[in-house]
């Protein structure tokens, strides 16, 4: 069974901390696909990365960055200096290849100027 | 990457009523899947929806409830039916795009059930 845990239920920080997520995931696959969405105040669910199984590079894109590590099966998001526009609902996300997704419960993050 | 364009964006509408949602999405994707979300809640996902066939069902989701359509690759809707104060959720179609070999979503609809 897939399943994809985010400890953290809500976020706060001040604008220019850096903060990080965590995202833990459980599955049998060696196959397997990792996503991180940003759900704004409005609904949207926003792409941000992919990662598949095989590739364990750590990526940085702008002030987010993401640490993939097989071997405690996590999957962190860390934003550097964060900005008020980066308050969102952050959902992690697991694909096993049986083509659907199974979500983390999301976490909260508040970004107070 | 695939566009999926969703509406209606919100609606309030009075129980015992139904809701058609549409998705039309720019591009073809290899799957459609249609996810509901409760007030501060995660994505469950509610159906598969399969080209010119019947969607495929999760479990606590039945066709009479949610019927759902895709009469081609790009085009889906989903109805809720018969509804009531406990179907007020966000509803989000999704698209597996084959370009970015991830997922898309549509931009959702926030539905009040009053």
């Known amino acids: 069974a897939q399943k994809v845990t985010q400890a953290q239920t809500e976020i706060s920080v001040v604008e220019k901390e850096d903060v990080t997520l965590d995202c833990v995931y459980e599955?049998?696959?060696?196959?397997?696909?990792l996503f991180w969405y940003k759900q704004p105040p409005s609904g949207e669910l926003v792409f941000l990365i992919r990662r598949n199984s095989f590739d364990e590079q750590n990526e940085i894109s702008g002030r987010y960055s993401w640490n993939f590590q097989k071997s405690t099966s996590s999957f962190n998001f860390t934003i550097t200096a964060s900005q008020v526009v980066d308050s969102a609902v952050y959902f992690c996300?697991?694909?096993?290849?049986?083509?659907?997704?199974?979500f983390g419960k999301g976490t909260m993050l508040l970004v107070s100027p | 990457s695939a566009v999926i364009s969703q509406k209606p964006s919100r609606d309030i509408c009075q129980r015992g009523t139904s809701l058609t949602i549409q998705c039309q999405v720019d591009?073809?994707?290899?799957?459609m899947f249609w996810y509901r979300q409760q007030p501060g809640q995660s994505l469950t996902l509610i159906a598969t929806a399969n080209q010119g066939s019947e969607a495929t069902y999760e479990s606590g989701f039945v066709i009479d409830k949610f019927p759902i359509s895709r009469p081609n690759l790009t085009f889906s809707t989903l109805t809720v039916s018969n509804m009531s104060p406990e179907d007020s959720s966000i509803y989000l179609c999704s698209g597996r795009d084959r370009e970015m070999n991830g997922y898309t979503f549509g931009s959702g609809t926030r539905l009040t059930v009053v």
């Open positions: 591009s073809q994707v290899t799957m």
């Open positions: 996300a697991l694909d096993s290849g049986y083509s659907t997704l199974t």
């Open positions: 599955t049998r696959d060696t196959t397997y696909y």
